[in-house]
């Protein structure tokens, strides 16, 4: 399985950045696809999470609002769409894939500039 992430970037303070994570080699057609951050100093957080049997979505009550998650046919991706972004949203964004077992992207950037 492999999980490639792109989007991310310099970013000035309410901008609206899209994360696109592309998987390939999953098995099952039941999987869920998520998205992480990690901040400097901090642990890694869930974002969201999108379940491909039926579209259902999960936000981690925190991230409510300014995220939404949601998958894109025709470019075979899960993306999640960053709204109104602060300095402190600067992270390293990681895609997550559960498919029996867990798979993790390489991770990218977003840097908030103020």
């Given at each position: 399985?492999?999980?490639?992430?792109?989007?991310?970037?310099?970013?000035?303070?309410?901008?609206?950045?899209?994360?696109?994570?592309?998987?390939?080699?999953?098995?099952?057609?039941?999987?869920?696809?998520?998205?992480?951050?990690?901040?400097p100093g901090k642990e890694r957080e869930g974002?969201?999470?999108?379940?491909?049997?039926?579209?259902?979505?999960?936000?981690?009550?925190?991230?409510?609002?300014?995220?939404?998650?949601?998958?894109?046919?025709?470019?075979?991706?899960?993306?999640?769409?960053?709204?109104?972004?602060?300095?402190?949203?600067?992270?390293?964004?990681?895609?997550?894939?559960?498919?029996?077992?867990?798979?993790?992207?390489?991770?990218?950037?977003?840097?908030?500039?103020?």
């Amino acid at each position: 399985v492999q999980l490639v992430e792109s989007g991310g970037g310099l970013v000035q303070a309410g901008g609206s950045p899209r994360l696109s994570c592309a998987a390939s080699g999953l098995i099952f057609d039941d999987y869920a696809i998520a998205w992480f951050r990690e901040a400097p100093g901090k642990e890694r957080e869930g974002i969201s999470c999108w379940r491909s049997s039926d579209g259902d979505t999960y936000y981690a009550p925190s991230m409510k609002g300014r995220f939404t998650i949601s998958s894109d046919n025709a470019k075979n991706t899960v993306d999640l769409q960053m709204d109104n972004l602060e300095a402190e949203d600067t992270a390293v964004y990681y895609c997550n894939a559960y498919d029996r077992e867990w798979y993790w992207g390489q991770g990218t950037q977003v840097t908030v500039s103020s």
